[in-house]
């Protein structure tokens, strides 16, 4: 939806006046209160309705995180695993 609404917004634009408008979307304020807009969001729409989902994001984002940290280790076993088959 977010890009959506960027995609719309600089539809219009040429693209010299784009870099105008994208740099106050970069600053610290800007950003800061983006992300508080999506928490104020996020707590009406789960956690006020008492909705069992963010147990579900918890849960997901607990397993992509450690898939993503025990993936470099599964890529050098992967690999040697490769070069022993070749050896042999």
């Known amino acids: 939806m977010a890009l959506r609404r960027f995609y719309h917004e600089?539809?219009?634009?040429?693209?010299?006046?784009?870099?105008?408008?994208?740099?106050?979307?970069?600053?610290?304020?800007?950003i800061k209160k983006a992300i508080q807009r999506g928490m104020?969001?996020?707590h009406a729409k789960?956690?006020?309705?008492s909705s069992p989902e963010p147990l579900f994001h918890i849960c997901y984002g607990g397993m992509i995180f450690s898939y993503l940290v025990a993936?470099?280790?599964?890529r050098r076993h992967l690999e040697h695993q490769q070069q022993h088959a070749q050896h042999h």
């Open 40 to 42: 104020d969001n996020y």
């Open 71 to 74: 993936l470099p280790h599964e």
């Open 46 to 49: 789960y956690i006020e309705t």
């Open 10 to 30: 600089i539809k219009g634009k040429k693209v010299s006046e784009v870099p105008e408008h994208v740099k106050p979307m970069l600053s610290f304020d800007y």
